[in-house]
């Protein structure tokens, strides 16, 4: 239709400046295809230096081509599982022998280091292997500090260095306690962390826990809670009333092996309870001849103390009262039938030695 117009309207496609350009420009020479089938007959494994065949097979490494069998561990020579090698130094070696050559080994689980490494303590870890010493949190991201050749937290290592001085560490601030720490919920504490609950002062040492508060001594007594004799705290639960004092049940124990008494009968002596065979072995008889407390009659003789069954001639075992005649024989009582049965020379010494001793 345009050319239709155009003719109609006089006008000729050789009058067109542009149609004569394109006439007279000369032609450019055709571009030959690349012939792709001649480069690769044409490559070489940039290793061995020889062509590939026909059927054999090409591998492009980075840039480089290399046959099947180049393309191995520069170490073992063995083809890359999964065609997954590591490069060091441009040499090509399988995840195994560069672990073996070039990887560290890990500290604690001894397992070669892949990826990141700390190192620290003379030697090399993974991140989530390098933990404290004590409490295992890991160290790699908020550092550590070294502590009788261990690493630790800072909160653990303030913790060792307190209990070498001892001391106690803030369960807050995790700084050594200097002072009489305030204990609250088991746990010690600078006593300025608190304030009483019901006047709103600041603690001291002093202060005293009540459910799960916090209170100042005068605003703690008066409540009317009775006070431990032993630990000087409140006595919440089940009170124990003895030698004037009220105490926790578990804090009543005997002064010697500080066992509590539990409803068991106590003995005391200068102040102080002690369960009956700690009493007995401090203030009581031992018998001579079971080195037992005597528990019962005690019977005196020849200056030492005798439990009533232990009491016996120490011939014939037969047993005596101090109503029976007996002799001393080697700081043991003799009965008079044992004794008359002695050699004469013997009596003679035992009668002369009884009669020293009279004097």
Known sequence: MAAVKAAEMGFELNDSNLFRRRQHSPALPPVPAPDMAQNIAQATCVRCRTGFGPKEQMINSNGEMLCSECFVCAQCFQPFEDGLFYTFEGTKY???????????????????????????????????????????????DVGFVKNAGRALCRPCHNREKAMGMGKLICYKSNTVIDGEPLWFKGHPYWPYHFNCSRCGCELTAEARELHGELFCLPCHDKQGIPICGACRRPIEERVVSAMGKQWHVEHFVCAQCEKPFLGQKHYERNGLAYCEVHFNQLFGDVCYQCNEVIDGDVVSALNKSWCVNCFQCTCCNTKLTLKNKFVEYDMKPVCKKCYEKFPLELKKRLKKASELSRK
């Open 94 to 140: 399988c995840e195994h022998c560069f672990q073996v050559l070039f990887a560290p080994c890990c500290g604690k689980c001894e397992e070669f280091i892949v990826g990141r490494v700390i190192k620290a303590m003379n030697n090399n870890w993974h991140p989530e292997c390098f933990t404290c010493e004590i409490c295992n949190t890991p160290l790699a």
